[in-house]
T-cell receptor, first 111, second 112 residues
Framework: QKEVEQNSGPLSVPEGAIASLNCTYS??????FFWYRQYSGKSPELIMF????GDKEDGRFTAQLNKASQYVSLLIRDSQPSDSATYLC???????????FGAGTRLTVKP | EPEVTQTPSHQVTQMGQEVILRCVPI?????FYWYRQILGQKVEFLVS????????KSEIFDDQFSVERPDGSNFTLKIRSTKLEDSAMYFC??????????FGPGTRLLVL
């Protein structure tokens, strides 16, 4: 069973702070790792993806991947109230033909 | 910007009825997917489709489900005999190459 685990939260941070979201996965053969944002009643919206160990930065977002620990994280710098949403970690296998999601972490950024 | 579109946005059906959910993937995408999300739960992979055949399917995708690409643009999910527990949001997604999957807005299915 390919599992993707996230803390469900809620995670609450003040505006301007750094939000840290974590995810672990069980399938060592996983190749690609994604962070999606989902607002209530809406579809997942891609934030960023990462394939290689290390950090990847895109604006206020940094994804970190550690394949040895089977761990991927997302840092959101200078958090804004508009960042309040559920953040979904997703993982695909070697052939990229499936995507397994975690249950999501609900983030609230307080003004 | 190209988008994945889905119709209908909402569908209400009686238990035991057949439903067809429709998706139009982004035009140059080659890989297509269906997911579902039961209210308050995680997004679950159902099936992937490439080159007119199923690439992979999950344990959820049993004999009551089928997918089809009836023409060059549409991608459909059929549920043959709906059950109460099929009530969920169904998302279509598409991708090309190694790029990520882009999701449609979803169809909310309610089975009564």
């Amino acid at each position: 069973q390919k599992e993707v685990e996230q803390n469900s939260g809620p995670l609450s941070v003040p505006e301007g702070a750094i939000a840290s979201l974590n995810c672990t996965y069980s399938d060592r053969g996983s190749q690609s790792f994604f962070w999606y944002r989902q607002y209530s009643g809406k579809s997942p919206e891609l934030i960023m993806f990462i394939y290689s160990n290390g950090d990847k930065e895109d604006g206020r977002f940094t994804a970190q991947l550690n394949k040895a620990s089977q761990y991927v994280s997302l840092l959101i710098r200078d958090s804004q109230p508009s960042d309040s949403a559920t953040y979904l970690c997703a993982v695909t296998s070697y052939n990229n033909n499936d995507m397994r999601f975690g249950a999501g972490t609900r983030l609230t950024v307080k003004p | 910007e190209p988008e994945v579109t889905q119709t209908p946005s909402h569908q209400v059906t009686q238990m035991g009825q057949e439903v067809i959910l429709r998706c139009v993937p982004i035009s140059n995408h080659l890989y297509f997917y269906w997911y579902r999300q039961i209210l308050g739960q995680k997004v679950e992979f159902l099936v992937s489709f490439y080159n007119n055949e199923i690439s992979e399917k999950s344990e959820i995708f049993d004999d009551q489900f089928s997918v089809e690409r009836p023409d060059g643009s549409n991608f459909t999910l059929k549920i043959r005999s709906t059950k109460l527990e099929d009530s969920a949001m169904y998302f279509c997604a598409s991708r090309t190459g190694r790029e990520t999957q882009y999701f449609g807005p979803g169809t909310r299915l309610l089975v009564l």
